[in-house]
């Protein structure tokens, strides 16, 4: 168990696509110390969601889960979730526009366009297939982490190069709550 480097946008490591678990890999000692190194440096920055590349790790698996988070101050909660070999397909045509940071991308937010509704399929550590349909803020937090695993960053997505910026001018343009972090 170990809070582990995050790296940062421009670092040619989060821009790879990260590699499917086989079937050996599940229960492994490996995937429980990725896991435990995911939820450790998540909860030590403070975040909604990590990625295992972003540790420098390239494997298709995701953690995420917020419970009331001072840098998401209008998320609802969403249990803790760890996601391996997560696959999303959209359902139906809708969208939703929202601001989004990432611990890779430190101290700014930008206006990102995702799915309003998907369906998730994914295993757990243990390989048991999972699968649910999630919408609005849940489903922006999975679009945003599965990103990550082929290699892109909310900056890739934005709705408009202006919605973009550091979080102190964006909150005093009114463009996100003074609370957020
Ligand atoms: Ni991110």
Known sequence: ?????????????????????????????RLMALVDDLRDTMAACNGAGLAAPQIDVPLRVVLYGIDSNPRYPDAPPIP???????????????????????LSVPGLRGQVRRWQHIRIAWRTVDGEPQEQILSGFHARVVQHECDHLDGVLFPDRLSDPS????IPELQAAGLIPAVSG
């Open 80 to 102: 803790e979730t760890l996601l391996v070999n997560p696959v999303i397909t959209p359902i139906g045509v809708e969208f939703e526009m929202g601001w989004e940071g990432c």
């Open 1 to 29: 168990m170990a809070v582990r480097p995050v790296l940062r946008l421009g670092d040619p490591r989060l821009r790879l696509r990260s590699a499917e678990l086989e079937a050996a890999d599940f229960g492994s000692t």
């Open 163 to 166: 919605a973009f910026g550091f």
